[in-house]
């Protein structure tokens, strides 16, 4: 299961095994557009002219008041992502891997996605091969915010991956599954990603403080 930048991940990893079932959710097809949405004009810029870009992150959370009355607090941090991540970014044929007729795909978006276009996920589920499958959660946004809207997409992962296993196996499943998402990538941060027979193998390097985590 991939959000975000974390669904082009998981999209590159169709066709790596007969019984993964792949899941993106605000995901893209074309890397250019994937770009353009996830970062601003001065970011882009930045890779250029710094050899990275500044990304602001910041955290929300709500206090009450003495008199039972909101109050928004906002911390942001800020962490520099090398242009390396742009540059392999790039250099991924999205489409290429969700033509695999391995494993089933499943392409999930909002509808009223602010940060990527529902265009691109049906584009995304338009140029997968079948098995596949497209869900459009009505009224959400990138995020998908509403606790039943999410309720509804991770039932029906649950569902197809209960599928998949009882086809391979005969059996009821005990379910593991795997969520990429997007994570904080520090100034030498790239998507790393190497072709191996049966498909594509893809994982996200975060360098954080002098640390490598896998997100």
């Not at 494993?103 to 265009?119: N, T």
Request: hydrophobic share 35%; glycine share 10%.
């Amino acid at each position: 299961v991939g959000f975000s930048t974390g669904a082009v991940v998981a999209s590159l990893l169709r066709g790596c095994d007969g019984n993964m079932t792949v899941s993106a959710i605000g995901g893209c097809l074309d890397p250019q557009k994937c770009l353009q949405c996830h970062f601003s004009k001065e970011q882009l810029r930045s890779f250029d002219a710094q050899g990275h870009c500044v990304l602001h992150l910041t955290a929300t959370s709500k206090q009450l008041k003495e008199e039972d009355a909101e109050k928004t607090a906002e911390s942001s941090l800020e962490r520099k992502l090398g242009s390396a991540y742009r540059d392999d970014l790039l250099s991924l044929d999205i489409g290429a891997a969700v033509r695999s007729e391995v494993g089933r795909f499943l392409a999930i978006h909002a509808s009223d996605d602010e940060i990527v276009p529902q265009e691109q996920g049906k584009a995304l589920h338009e140029a997968a091969a079948d098995p596949k499958e497209l869900m459009i959660i009505d009224g959400a946004k990138h995020t998908l915010q509403n606790t039943m809207r999410l309720r509804k997409v991770l039932k029906r992962i649950l569902d197809l991956v209960k599928q998949d296993w009882g086809e391979a196996t005969g059996s009821k499943p005990g379910v593991s599954h795997h969520v990429l998402r997007s994570g904080v990538l520090g100034a030498e941060g790239r998507l790393e990603h190497k072709a191996f027979p049966g498909g594509v193998s893809c994982r996200p390097v975060v360098e954080l403080q002098g640390r490598s985590e896998i997100t």
